[in-house]
């Protein structure tokens, strides 16, 4: 029964990670239509700006702060610089220049950092809470994971339902040109969507840094967990992503702990597959229309 508690513990912890990069996801998707393959090169590239601010002798939280700025430049470079150059185009094009950019990052991260991960400090204590004189597998570091991911899918959520700003971006990823004539000014919005996903996409890297350590192609495996989670959850919902991540966390937990962590990735794939087969707009993809 304490191993099942203590599998249950570690997959809501990494899940809300894997939340995280779904919120990120989700984030650019419903704002530009885009499935951003680059967003684990884009947290790891911020990640390391990060690491290399605390090293220097700074806090935590001032690479936490540097992270999330940097992620926040980034995107916006990235869709005004790259995306906005196959803009109209076939979408098999930007997803080759995601894919190219991912690439990019992972090369140019390896000639400034080097290729040997490092390690990067958490936020709080990574010692279990004692429970009945019992150790758990859950410390004050999972409980701040948890608190900022179900905080920040809580913000998006309220941005796209409830405010001017999430209404103009989602017009402006479905009918630029019908936003256009209501007078939203798309270009401007599709900054920002980008923007805010790269910011979402560091506050993940720097939230798991610690337990996959900092290298160029660290983050890579939670790019294809975030991906399955968004998947799982539907990627139109906020909501979806961060139950989505949590689903697939407490999966992959029990896998892991049972059956072996090398079956980890397979079991993520079976995932993916069984929720493109059953329901391919996820566990809570939405069909109604908003009328305005």
């Known amino acids: 029964m304490t191993r099942f508690i203590d599998l249950t513990l570690n997959g809501i912890s990494t899940g809300t990670v894997y939340a995280a990069v779904a919120l990120a996801l989700v984030l650019i998707w419903r704002s530009t239509r885009i499935v951003n393959f680059a967003q684990g090169g884009m947290l790891m590239f911020t990640t390391f700006i990060a690491s290399a601010v605390i090293?220097?002798?700074?806090?935590?939280w001032v690479g936490f702060v540097v992270a999330l700025l940097?992620?926040?430049?980034?995107?916006?470079l990235v869709e005004r610089l790259l995306i906005r150059r196959v803009a109209g185009a076939p979408p098999l094009n930007a997803?080759?220049?995601?894919l190219g950019l991912l690439i990019l990052l992972e090369a140019v991260a390896g000639m400034i950092w080097g290729n040997t991960p490092r390690s990067f400090p958490p936020a709080f204590s990574i010692r279990g809470y004692d429970v009945g004189g019992t150790r758990v597998l859950f410390a004050p570091n999972d409980t701040f994971i948890v608190l900022?991911?179900?905080g920040v899918a809580a913000l998006l959520g309220a941005l796209f339902r409830g405010t001017a700003l999430g209404l103009r971006m989602r017009a402006s990823a479905f009918a630029p040109e019908v936003a256009r004539l209501l007078g939203v000014r798309v270009g401007r919005m599709l900054t920002v969507g980008w923007a805010l996903a790269?910011?979402?996409?560091?506050?993940?890297?720097?939230?798991?840094?610690p337990s996959v350590?900092?290298?160029p192609n660290q983050f890579d495996p939670i790019l294809v967990f975030g991906?399955?989670?968004?998947?799982?959850?539907?990627l139109d919902s906020p909501y979806g992503a961060a139950v989505g991540g949590v689903i697939l966390g407490l999966a992959l937990s029990y896998v892991s702990?049972?059956?072996g962590a090398s079956l980890v990735t397979l079991a993520a794939l079976v995932i993916l597959l069984a929720v493109l087969m059953v329901r391919p707009g996820g566990l809570f993809s939405t069909t109604r229309e908003r009328r305005v």
């Open 55 to 60: 090293n220097s002798g700074a806090s935590y």
């Open 70 to 76: 940097s992620g926040l430049v980034l995107g916006a």
């Open 95 to 98: 997803v080759i220049v995601t």
């Open 148 to 150: 900022v991911v179900i």
């Open 198 to 209: 790269a910011l979402v996409g560091s506050l993940a890297g720097v939230l798991v840094a």
């Open 213 to 215: 350590f900092v290298g």
């Open 227 to 234: 991906f399955t989670a968004a998947v799982l959850g539907g």
């Open 257 to 259: 702990g049972y059956e």
